[in-house]
């Protein structure tokens, strides 16, 4: 069984830090890219960051220079460091196995979400 299991969102002020965490079981993604979407109210799901196999990273404009996507293959885990968040920021945000830089591939797996809400 697949599990991508998410946590580190919360509610933070504008300028604050966060780190998501995506814990995966069950799947080996060592070959696979890597992903964080988000998805606000009212609005398309967006590709905020990728990893693909080769240890290469694509960020969305609005958060490049502030997020940092990262993985730990002896954990099984991906992080993304948000850094200077901006009340923008808010959002649910899901981690990803199976992208092809910001677009989620055909066939994959999604975490549950997890919402970062940022306080002007």
């Known amino acids: 069984q697949v599990q991508l299991v998410e946590s580190g969102g919360g509610s933070v002020e504008a300028g604050g830090s966060l780190t998501l965490s995506c814990a995966t079981t069950g799947f080996t993604y060592a070959t696979y890219c890597l992903g964080w979407f988000r998805q606000a109210p009212g609005k398309e799901r967006e590709g905020v960051a990728a990893?693909?196999?080769?240890?290469?990273?694509t960020y969305t404009d609005a958060v490049k220079g502030r997020f940092t996507i990262s993985q730990d293959n002896v954990k099984n885990t991906i992080y993304l460091r948000m850094n200077r968040l901006v009340p923008e920021d808010t959002a649910m945000y899901y981690c990803r196995i199976g992208c092809a830089k910001l677009t989620a591939s055909a066939f994959g797996y999604w975490g549950q979400g997890t919402q970062v809400t940022v306080s002007s």
């Open positions: 990893l693909d196999s080769e240890g290469l990273t």
